[in-house]
Structure formats: C-alpha cells, structure tokens
C-alpha cells in the first residue's frame, strides 16, 4: 500500500482560454478544399452545419481562444479535473519510471468529451439554433452532447454506430436521460443511411456514416446544426483545458514530464493532452517526446496515408488533409468504438508530419491487460479507449525500467470503463480477439482517395 | 442556465476520526443477543468474523474514533467529495426552497461505500488476515471491497444476490476487474445456498441469503473473515465521513440544513450523512428534520417492527433489535438492489425509536421519474438507490413551494446509475412497474421473528 499522490487544482484555475497551437507551429496546415471546386472553402460553406462563434474558431490562429464565462460555470461541476502520480502501478511494475495520468473520467459522463460538448452547446444556444444532430462511436460523445443539451435546452439528435448501439445499450440509455434521441446507425431515416443499407443490409456502421447521417439532417432544416466530437480543430482546442491544467498540476508535483501519451481516434483527446505542452517547446520551453498510440485495428497515423479525404462515407464534409485510411474504410468491431474513424484530426496530422509526435498501434487483447493492471493497482477501470494510452505508458516504464532510467511519463486516462464492463466481461471470459482488417479492403479504400485532393496537392 | 455552485474542501480537512452517535444519544441501544442463550454477547463471539479492532468499534461508546492515516491516505483518491447546491433543479421545480446535495459517486466504484470498505480491508489486512468474504446487492458494496482488497492485498469472494447477479452483469465484471470472485447466492458452495436450493431452486436470494452464505465461508477457515457492507454500527460509523465534511460545506455555502434527506437499506448512507448532524442537535445545535426514504417494496421501518431478529435468513448471526420484515422475507426483485434487506440498521433503528427521524416510503417509479428529472437538471445519472433520496428531496422542495418557504434540504446523493442503466432503459421502456410483496408473506415473516428475543425484551 502506497499513499495517494493526487494533485488538485482550485476552482479559480480552470482556464480562462482555450490554447490553439497553430499561432505556435512554423507552418499553418494544408487548407479545406471544397470537394466540388477543389479550392479552398470559406467561412460561408460551413455555415449551413456551424454557429459563426465555432467556424471562427477553427480558422483562427489566435493562440488564446477566450472560454466564455457560461461554459466556465458548466466546467465547474467537475473541473479543475485530478492528476495522479500511479505510485502503486510504478511499485507493480518495479520501474524507475514516475508514472503520472491526468483523469478526465469525473465528468458527468465519464469522459473529456464534456469540454467540447458543453462549449459547443453553448454556442449553438447563443446563436439560437433549437437542435443539434451528431454521430457517435462509443457513445462517449453522443451522452456528452446529450448532457450539454439538456443544460442548454437544446434538442440533441444522436446517430450512434450500429456495432456500439448493439455492444453498449447502457449509453443509449444515458442519452436518453440526459432527453437526447439516440438512432443506430445507418439508420432508415437518412438518404446515407438508406443507400448504405440498400447494400450492406446487415452493415455495422463506422463513424465515417454516422458523420454523413448527422450533417444530412442538419442541412435539412435552418433551426439544425451539427456538432462533431472530435476531429476539428476547434474541438481539438476545446480539450485543451485538459493540458493547460496538467502543466500547472504537474509544476505543483515539482516535475515536468519527459514523455506525453494519449490514445488517438479522431485526436481530441490526445491534442488535448499534449498541444499546450507541445506549445512549452515551440515557445522554447522543455522538450518533450510524444506518444499517439492507436488501435492496430484502426491505425490511421501508422498504416494511413496522409492525403485529402473526406471527413464521413457519404461524401457530404468538405475535403480535409489527414493520415487516412479511406472515407470507405470500414474498421473491424472492436471494444475501443471512440477509435474507430477512418481519420485523424488534421490538425494531429499536420503535428505527426511537422515531426513533433510519434505514432504507435496495439492490438486490443493487450490493451486490456494493461486496463486491468491499472485497474488493479489504481483503482480506477479505464475505458477501452484509454486502455491504448495506459499501454503505452506502461511499456515507456518497462523500457525506463531495462534502461535504468527514471523518466517521467505523463498520460491520459481520458475516460472510465462503467459502460463498457461487457468487454471487460468478454476479456476475462477469454471471448476477446484481436481484430483485423483485410488488407485488401485497407488497398482499395486507399485507392479510392478523392482525385480532387491529387489536383491540390 | 444556471452558475455551478459546489463547495469543494482541501485535501487536509478529510475528517481525522469518525463520529460514533451512541456517545450523544441520552440512552444506549439494546444489546446484541446470542441466539442461544439469549444472553449479550462478548467480543469473543464475534472474533470468529471480525478482526479485534472492529470489533472494538462496534461496541464503543466513544464519540471520537481516529481514522488510521493508511485509511485516510486511500480516502485521498476521491475525497473529500463535493457537495453542490442544485440550482438547475430548484429552478425547474420553480421552488423556494434551496436543495444542497453530497455527491459520492466520486468514488471509484462510484458509490459512499469505499468509505467503509477501505476501513474494513486496513484493519484485516493490520489483523494478518488473507481472505475476506461478504454479500453484495446491487453490486456496489461487492465491487468497493473488492477496489479495497486489490489496494491492501486481500482476496474477496463476494457472494451476490442472484437476482441482482442477472440484473447488474456490469458490477460483476468491475469486482473481477479488481481481482475479487463473485459468486450468485443462493450458490452450491455453502450449507446455506445448498439448502435454499434444494427447496427452492430458482430461489432469486435476498440479502438475508447472501449474509449467510459469506458468514458461513468465513467461519470455516482461520485466515478469512467476514466484511458487511452496512447494519453494523463500525459501518455506520465509518461512513461519518460523509455527514463531517457536509456540515463544514454547508458552513462554506454559509447556510444550514433545516431538512435532511437520505434513502435507507441497511442504512448506512443514511447515517453517514444525518449522524454527524444528529450529534450537532444532540449537543445544543440547531435541529434538523431528517427523513429516511425506504422502498415501498421493502418498508422496514414504515412496515416493520421493532423486534429481535437475525441478521441472515439462514440464523448464523446474532440477534440484534432492529425494524424488521422478518428474517425469511424476501423481497421483490426490484432495481434498487442496495435496499432490498429485511431489517434496518440497528443504530438508525434506535434513533427512529428516539423519535430523532421519520420515514416514508415510495414505489420505485416514481423514484426513476425523480431520478430523470435530476439527471436533466443537474447532469448526474443516480443510482436506483439514491432514486429514493432524491424522490424525497424533490417532494419536500415542492411541500415549501406549496407553503411559500424558502426551507434549505440537504441530501445525500450516495451514487451514480452508471451501473444501472438496464433499469433505465426498462424504465423508458415502460417496462418497469411497481413491485409489491404478499401482505401475507410478511404477516408470516414477521409471525417467524425468534422467540428468544420475545423473552429478552
């Protein structure tokens, strides 16, 4: 038994500004092309799907984004979030290593998407919209703008990959107590959906549709407008109160981390994580190696090719430059559903290109033993999302450990595991494989990449 | 929208010891009666169960007992909790009345638990033993041993009501997550199950049951003891930690309970909430209603009577003077698993017996329909079990609307739903309907109470 290391930060430290790193990079990223013209789009091809406040957003390259005071209020309830030191998982694992995770699993529901979530709801409030559609994997981001809505007295419509709709009823049933709609996707009620399942009668869904599902509903109707979890870069920007806390948390600790690991979907998270850290160094501060690590299901940053692509299936986002896997990738059904995009945030992209992070992938089976390790020895039960960053993190201090050095490795265990026990139920029953893809299907998906992105790059 | 408003102490103003109401109280409870003699029992008669220190503080009469700082250290990792003023709920209730509410579910299993059962597991591991076996309802006791046994080294075998079992496969998969067995009772490993079973094989156990079975596992082997995870008055006691740091967040928020709420099983959330208030009044502080909210579907002390009885169904414990529905009874499989115990705490059964608290009774769904509305006003899904607290605080906000009072309710919103969500899809279902027993089942449960206790009282 070893005491509780646990670093907390008062109520008056939650951020006042959200941190954008693009004000910091040597170069900006490639632009968004629209997919018919091939140039890049303005302010005015977004405003059908986005509230002005958030199309700002994610063209500025102001690096200080003020958080408006209501969503402050909203952070409040949970916000600043605990960092730990693992001293009983270092002690596990008998390594010089100081291991330490910032946890974003005490928000209301259980995850950082709530940092986005609320943000956008607000803004989408203040401009008066009346509902909001989106997609959702796990289900993370689906009860997270499902909680936000209700806060905002919002309408919140959630298309939810069929595979996660099926592996975790209780996120749908949290949806709906938060007052959100919450629809398998593809779903009967899209011209996406149905064109889908007019093929694939028994498809499982991927993000990629769920995305196309949600934008078509949202274009449909001036009152409506589409909100995404992850990907762009104001939502990138929104997690970054996750980071800015963690360098004041990790200053009270008297130490500065060596190696950042976060687990990369679409990349909020781990953005979240690392930019304001990453932003030190660009600004000359302390150098810091960086860890994405990703589902070796689903491994855009490590298979993927960067390119221009779009951001759903049915071709409905303009076209965005990304480490892809093909809009028509459709990743094997694995527990970690927050990982399963075809994608990566252009903004981790352009970071992973510029040579500031580096990328890795893992099977799920080892991803879980290493969620119950920590598990065992922390107390807390992560995510099957965050069991990809507890992974690395343990195999930097295994590597710490036959090097005999004592680094300090900072991650983030950016949700819990409470809705996702049944694949912790499917581990310890021996019933939960590594998934694989076609390697084929990986070709042909690749090969299918827009023409129009060959033209503008 | 509505500020946040949580009141949140440092770190060092976790309670350094425990409050023990029997030291204010103007008389001392019945004694514990040895089933066969009739007779109080000692200390010795409980060795075989418990380690020597709590037994100790069961029978103490000291009003301070000092939290051992390896215990405080564990407590550091969530608490000490928040406590939050409902303001979103006030206003959706449109009431003067000011709702304050301490929220556990920030514990790692997610509910007030962990606050007895990191106690429990430090003074058996300080006593040398290896194993420890218990009973578990809804899952949330089961599930916080088994974090405490995987912190101290403990082996926990958890033996869960079945019905429970089938109902909350999730809280399973979390105890075996912390490394714990668990195991459906009424099971084949014990006399207790055995029996059971063999007259009624598909027995959905009870509470009463599960007691049964761990003490008679306990009592067999030299290196196992037993943990329960309310009724006894050390459990009470410990979770005093919960009702300190409120009266210190209340005096933060500069306002004093005039009403407070707590649901009620065995009745150790109630108490950890009210007793540290309690003591205030006892000792010349201001007085407090305080309301104890049971299931309609197992009242004992709305329906019960205050009678000697056993603790299990199957008569191994001692008898102890409580309210009770009779040791055979066996409630209805509802939802709020954690209140489906036969008799009452009794500590809280002697302080109703004082006239210190009332009770009142609900059908459970009208407990979700709370449970809902709080989850969209305040963005917290509750457990099945703090339904009822909720239940009660809401009813007694609309009492002041009603009157024009502005009085100020404090409960305790003893744990998240997260485990729970079947009982929330069921219920927006429409699935889920109110339970009742056979007034003649409990007419003969409580026509079965032992007669030695009629002849000791």
Redesign the interface.
Same mark, same amino acid.
């Given at each position: 038994?070893t005491?509780?290391v646990?670093y907390?930060l008062p109520?008056d430290r939650i951020p006042k500004t959200w941190y954008n790193i693009l004000a910091d990079l040597p170069e900006p990223p490639p632009p968004v092309l629209h997919p018919g013209t091939g140039q890049p789009i303005g302010p005015d091809d977004l405003a059908p799907l986005f509230p002005m406040a958030l199309i700002g957003q994610e063209v500025s390259m102001d690096r200080e984004i003020e958080i408006p005071e =209501?969503v402050r209020?909203?952070y409040?309830?949970w916000r600043p979030s605990p960092l730990?030191r693992a001293r009983?998982l270092e002690q596990a694992l008998d390594t010089p290593a100081k291991i330490y995770y910032k946890y974003e699993g005490?928000s209301?529901t259980?995850s950082h998407k709530p940092n986005t979530a609320v943000a956008q709801a607000f803004y989408n409030?203040d401009a008066g919209v009346k509902r909001i559609t989106t997609e959702t994997g796990a289900g993370q981001w689906g009860s997270s703008l499902a909680?936000a809505g209700?806060?905002?007295?919002l309408e919140i419509d959630v298309y939810m990959v069929k595979v996660s709709f099926q592996q975790k =009823?209780?996120?749908?049933?949290?949806m709906?107590?938060?007052?959100a709609r919450c629809v398998a996707s593809p779903s009967e009620e899209t011209e996406s959906g149905r064109a889908i399942l007019k093929e694939t009668p028994d498809s499982t869904g991927s993000l990629g549709i769920a995305i196309s599902e949600a934008v078509e509903m949202a274009a449909q109707r001036d009152d409506t407008k589409y909100a995404l979890g992850s990907v762009l870069n104001h939502v990138l920007t929104h997690q970054t109160v996750v980071g800015q806390e963690a360098i004041e948390q990790m200053n009270m600790a008297g130490n500065y981390p060596d190696i950042l690991v976060g687990c990369t979907g679409g990349g909020s998270n781990f953005a979240g994580l690392v930019n304001p850290f990453l932003g030190e160094q660009l600004r000359g501060g302390p150098k810091v190696r960086v860890v994405a690590v990703e589902p070796a299901a689903c491994p855009s940053l490590t298979r993927g090719k960067y390119a221009y692509d779009f951001g759903d299936t049915g071709h409905l986002t303009p076209l965005v430059k990304m480490h892809t896997l093909g809009s028509t990738f459709v990743p094997p059904g694995f527990h970690a559903g927050g990982l399963r995009y075809h994608g990566m945030a252009p903004m981790v992209s352009h970071i992973h290109e510029l040579g500031l992070i580096e990328a890795r992938a893992y099977e799920q089976t080892e991803c879980f033993a290493a969620?119950?390790q920590f598990?065992?020895?922390e107390?807390?039960?992560p995510a099957p999302e965050a069991t990809h960053a507890v992974k690395g993190a343990i195999d930097e201090a295994l590597k710490c450990k036959e090097a005999g050095t004592g680094r300090t490795i900072l991650f983030n265990l950016c949700g819990h595991?409470?809705?996702d026990?049944?694949a912790?139920?499917d581990y310890?029953a021996g019933k939960l494989t590594d998934q694989h893809y076609d390697e084929s299907e990986l070709a042909m998906a690749l090969a299918g990449l827009p023409s129009v992105a060959a033209a503008a790059e």
């Open positions: 038994m005491d509780t646990k907390v109520e =209501p209020e909203i409040r309830q730990y009983r005490v209301p259980g409030m909680f209700s806060i905002f007295g =009823p209780y996120r749908k049933a949290l709906e107590a938060f007052g969620g119950v598990a065992r020895a107390g807390i039960v595991g409470h809705f026990m049944q912790y139920t310890f």
